[in-house]
């Protein structure tokens, strides 16, 4: 390393110290902070730390509905991430391997699926219709239905790694096309599966709109909406706002800490390509 | 006796049920809803009434003049500071993967949280942007309570959140140039901004194309930054499309508010399709 790369790095340190380090401090002073200290919005160490007992209040506001959001959150992440995968990857699975006119009509709900603006309240009419509005399994589908998209692109570039020898290996030992699918195939997507898994879960923790739109109602809060929900409650009370946002800043945290290199094999795929 | 393939199309047909019942009927029952006046129970239509309501409120047009001014906006800084980061950060700069993880992390964080957060940082006197600004002799401006400045603040807000992944392509598509045009460069005696202008930016060019698509489709649906910040404010000055649908979904509009979303749909129909193919029209040309 020259001279010059170790100055510029140690530049560019503190600027990004600065620009994007700052922020995030902020958010912790906050939260430790007391009522009165945390309302004059300073970026001043905290003279007091009231970790512990911030936390306690938040969780125990309003019946304890940090949980029920955390609960709420879990089980519309998880149900929409693993029909995202399973159901993407057999499209994905097809696309690929076969080719028909089918094809192109496949495509074209792809690309719309990655552009269009999803048109709310229509979809609140077909989710009312269907009596899947303001419930749970609603919104697992309606994140499944946004999510498919990018997974379906990720996974097709992704089988055609694969050679499709395995699959006439196991068609010769007599697999249907099922076995083929869930023994051959799936494990052996498993890079693309983890990254879709991160990128989505992410997506789908931190999504605020959706849940806006098609799951109100208390008993239905997710994490993004206690935010939101708490920003009137707490309003003289930002000390507890902001250890609200930095407990659901730490699951992001965690899983980019232990999952960083899928992330950005998620983020840039088509970037090279085009 | 017709051969089954072993490659059944039944296996798209979960993935094109949830699809199209949860985004193709509502997407194509959203050009007949919008031309009515609809309560979810009864439409009754009134022709362009919605549209040519959109086009004669003022604070509609805003909405529409904003959605196209913070897409550009924030699609343009995050393209050119997303390209001179990643130039930066694959120089081979002291603490190189740190910074790196610097700039990406805020792209994973909370949005609404993210929101709150500046809201706070730039109040006008009590904010530590203003009060930095202050030491240094500056008169900070009211970042967010000036009409004439609450989008662009948003914006930059909405940059610092979302160039790291800008970043991020970027140094994926600068690992794909071949050393050999630099050295090649070198010899020939280039400068290093020659190097940059005549070697990376048109090497680059497919991650640009990737940067400005996915910037510019986001920029112009987006809604929670916007929603948690300035809520439009102050008036209808920092108004975007998406906060409009659901201003009218509130208030009890839908026809209006289905009109909005054909409205921001024909937008990006309008600005991205062209934008791409003809990008990619110059990358075959070269």
Redesign the interface.
């Known amino acids: 390393?020259s001279r010059r790369?170790?100055?510029?790095?140690?530049a560019?340190?503190c600027v990004?110290?600065f620009?994007?380090?700052?922020?995030f401090v902020?958010?912790l002073f906050?939260a430790v902070k007391d009522k009165r200290a945390a309302s004059?919005?300073?970026?001043s160490w905290p003279t007091e730390w009231h970790l512990w007992a911030n936390l306690i209040e938040v969780v125990e506001a309003r019946n304890y509905m940090l949980l029920l959001a955390y609960f709420n959150s879990t089980v519309i992440t998880v149900g929409a991430v693993s029909?995202i995968v399973i159901?993407?990857a057999?499209?994905g699975?097809?696309l690929q391997?076969?080719h028909s006119r089918?094809n192109s009509l496949?495509w074209a709900?792809v690309m719309?699926?990655?552009?269009?603006?999803?048109?709310?309240?229509?979809?609140?009419?077909?989710?009312?219709n269907?009596g899947l509005f303001k419930t749970i399994h609603g919104m697992v589908?309606?994140q499944?239905?946004?999510g498919?998209s990018f997974a379906?692109l990720l996974f097709r570039s992704f089988i055609s790694t694969i050679p499709r020898d395995l699959?006439e290996a196991a068609?010769i030992d007599g697999a249907k096309?099922l076995q083929?699918?869930f023994r051959v195939i799936l494990p052996l997507l498993k890079p693309a599966t983890v990254t879709i898994i991160v990128v989505q879960s992410?997506a789908i923790f931190?999504d605020?709109?959706n849940p806006?739109?098609y799951l109100p109602g208390k008993e239905n809060v997710t994490?993004?909406l206690t935010?939101?929900n708490f920003?009137s409650q707490f309003v003289s009370q930002?000390n507890l706002?902001?250890m609200n946002?930095l407990l659901?800043?730490i699951p992001?945290?965690i899983?980019?800490i232990f999952f960083?290199r899928q992330?950005?094999a998620g983020?840039?795929s088509?970037?090279?390509?085009? | 006796m017709k051969r089954k393939?072993?490659?059944?199309?039944w296996?798209?047909f979960?993935?094109?049920v949830?699809?199209t019942?949860?985004?193709?009927?509502?997407?194509v029952?959203?050009l007949w809803?919008s031309f009515t006046r609809?309560d979810?129970f009864h439409a009754e239509y009134i022709g362009l009434e919605n549209f040519v309501q959109f086009f004669k409120e003022p604070f509609l047009v805003q909405g529409m003049v904003n959605t196209v001014i913070f897409a550009f906006v924030t699609s343009g800084m995050k393209t050119v500071l997303g390209l001179l980061l990643a130039v930066?950060l694959t120089?081979?700069?002291?603490?190189?993967g740190?910074?790196r993880?610097?700039?990406f992390?805020?792209?994973?964080?909370?949005?609404?949280?993210?929101g709150?957060?500046?809201t706070?940082?730039m109040?006008p006197t009590?904010?530590?942007i203003n009060?930095a600004l202050a030491h240094m002799g500056i008169d900070g401006p009211g970042w967010l309570t000036d009409p004439s400045l609450a989008l662009f603040s948003v914006a930059l807000v909405d940059v610092?959140k979302g160039v790291g992944?800008a970043t991020?392509?970027y140094?994926?598509?600068l690992a794909?140039i071949s050393p050999e045009y630099y050295e090649a460069s070198r010899i020939d005696g280039a400068t290093r901004l020659q190097q940059f202008w005549r070697v990376t930016v048109p090497l680059v060019?497919?991650?640009t194309?990737?940067v400005i698509t996915l910037s510019l489709?986001g920029g112009?649906?987006s809604?929670?930054i916007v929603?948690?910040m300035t809520k439009g404010g102050p008036g209808f000055s920092s108004d975007v499309l998406?906060s409009v649908?659901?201003k009218q979904?509130q208030a009890g509009f839908?026809g209006l508010?289905?009109a909005g979303?054909?409205i921001?749909?024909a937008l990006?129909?309008l600005i991205?399709i062209p934008l791409v193919s003809w990008m990619?029209r110059k990358?075959v040309e070269q």
């Open positions: 390393m790369q170790l100055w510029t790095g140690i560019a340190l990004s110290l620009i994007f380090v700052v922020p902020f958010i906050m004059k919005l300073e970026f029909l159901f993407s057999m499209v699975y097809i391997r076969r089918w496949i709900g719309a699926g990655l552009m269009v603006p999803p048109a709310v309240v229509p979809t609140i009419w077909v989710l009312q269907l589908l309606i499944t239905a946004y498919l379906i699959d068609i096309p083929i699918f992410i931190n605020f709109t806006l739109y994490v993004q935010l939101f920003q930002l706002l902001f946002i659901i800043t992001p945290l899983v980019y960083n992330i950005v983020m840039t088509g970037a090279v390509k085009g | 393939s072993h490659y059944p199309y296996f798209v979960p993935a094109a949830i699809f019942t949860l985004f193709l009927v509502p997407s029952a959203s809803f609809w979810l930066l120089s081979g700069i002291f603490a190189q740190f910074l993880i610097l700039v992390f805020p792209v994973l964080v909370s949005t609404i949280g993210v709150i957060t500046f706070r940082l109040h009590k904010g530590a009060i610092w992944l991020l392509i140094i994926a598509g794909s060019r497919p991650a194309v990737t489709i112009l649906r809604f929670d929603w948690a998406a649908i659901y979904y839908y508010s289905t979303n054909v921001l749909f990006v129909a991205v990619n990358e």
